[in-house]
Every structure is written in C-alpha cells, then in structure tokens.
C-alpha cells in the first residue's frame, strides 16, 4: 500500500524559507512523477512542481519559478520542497502526489496522480 507523508510546514514571516518533506513508501517508485500541489482557502488545487523519479527532470509552476525548487533522494525515497522568499500568496495546504507514467503535458494535472498525502499547512504572515 503506498504511503505518501508531507512535514515541515510551518508558520514563517514573508521572505522566509522553509523546507518540505514528502516520505514515500509501499513500492519502487521506478517510471513514477511526484508532484507538490497546494490548496488555499477557497481556491481549487493547483500544481506546484513536479519532478521525474528516474531522471529528475523537474517541471514548475510560472508562480513559484525561481523561488521553489524540487528534488528528490532516492536512497531515502523523499521528494523535497525548498520554498525561499515566501510570499503572503503561498500560504495553503501543500499535498505529496504520485502518479506513474505521466507524459509530460499531464504533470501538473492533479487528476491524473493516484496517490496523495494528508497534507501540511503553510501560513505566511506579512
């Protein structure tokens, strides 16, 4: 059974940084696409990056280019968020998703990933 668990959302004051964790477990990983996504109060579920398992080749949203970045180790079957510069606008529910064998005009459609995590909250005060 796969497990996707998010930590390390937290609350931090804009132009901080923080770093999410996303511990995947129940297979090999192997031809799979992890994804961050976010959800704010209100708003649908968007995507944030992505990233290949395999190659890590890493797709991202124009929002966050520049300031998120996306990667993964593979030894400790972790997908990682590094969030700098964080802006008011960022704050949400962040998700873990999986999905295998994404072309790559599909990585940011959050149907087409089977599994998700709980979710951790990010709160940026201004």
């Known amino acids: 059974q796969v497990q996707l668990v998010e930590s390390g959302g937290s609350l931090v004051q804009a132009g901080g940084s923080l770093r999410l964790s996303c511990a995947a477990s129940g297979r090999t990983f192997t031809d799979y696409t992890m994804g961050w996504f976010r959800q704010a109060p209100g708003k649908g579920r968007e995507i944030v990056a992505a990233?290949?398992?395999?190659?890590?080749?890493?797709w991202y949203a124009d929002p966050v280019k520049g300031r998120l970045t996306i990667s993964r180790d593979r030894t400790k079957n972790t997908v990682y968020l590094q969030m700098n510069n964080l802006k008011p606008e960022d704050t949400a529910v962040y998700y873990c998703?999986?999905?295998?064998?994404?072309?790559?005009?599909?990585?940011?459609?959050?149907?087409?990933?089977?599994?998700w995590g709980q979710g951790t909250q990010v709160t940026v005060s201004s």
């Open positions: 990233i290949r398992w395999n190659t890590g080749a890493t």
């Open positions: 998703a999986a999905a295998w064998g994404l072309i790559a005009q599909n990585m940011g459609v959050a149907t087409q990933y089977r599994y």
